[in-house]
């Protein structure tokens, strides 16, 4: 499995109707809700924004995809099979539509569509897909800066501090990491 980093574009003109594609890292459905809905304020007179997404949740891969009004199976699905074609996750693809007044046709929407896809996705770096968790720990006042880095070089982040008698941090890092964290860390432990 790989995923993407950052945004992706791209742009193709096929007989009059222009096909503007957007790719972007997304680990929830509400970032897909948030990336779709800031393409969809920027082309507000589109005809069209079919897209297509696969998250990977606690329950499994959720992929999901729209034809966005276009006749059945011809533009969110030729996108979600650009996605599953390179086994990507946590990335969301959206492609706008301007109707040019010349109708592609199934075949025609179904190449715009995915061709459009690939082209957005090729401008991206795609890298390994790390499946990451989060750890809650509790640790001493002296022992936050160790931490600090230990989490840095875990390639994680620190999502969370509470300043109490102890401090509580909530972590994000590669599942792979997390009991290594733990380990040496944690005097309590909740998750």
């Not at 499994?60 to 099979?81: C, H, K, N, W, Y």
Request: with cysteine; proline share 3%; hydrophobic share 40%.
């Amino acid at each position: 499995m790989q995923t993407i980093l950052e945004v992706g574009a791209a742009e193709q003109t096929i007989n009059k109707s222009k096909f503007l594609a957007w790719v972007s890292h997304c680990q929830s459905e509400e970032e897909v809700a948030s990336f779709l809905r800031a393409i969809a304020n920027k082309n507000q007179n589109a005809h069209h924004l079919a897209y297509a997404f696969r998250i990977k949740t606690p329950e499994g891969l959720v992929p999901r995809f729209s034809d966005a009004g276009e006749p059945s199976g011809t533009a969110g699905m030729p996108i979600l099979q650009m996605l599953e074609g390179r086994d990507l996750v946590n990335v969301c693809v959206g492609v706008i539509r301007y109707y040019g007044g010349i109708n592609l046709g199934k075949g025609g929407l179904v190449r715009a569509y995915g061709g459009t896809a690939k082209m957005a996705i090729e401008s991206t770096q795609m890298v390994d897909y790390v499946e990451m968790d989060e750890v809650a720990l509790t640790i001493d006042y002296k022992r936050v800066d160790e931490l600090t880095r230990v989490v840095k070089q875990l390639n994680g982040t620190i999502i969370d501090k509470t300043f109490d008698a102890a401090v509580s941090v909530k972590i994000r890092l590669p599942m792979t990491d997390k009991q290594t964290l733990i380990d040496r860390f944690s005097t309590q432990y909740g998750h």
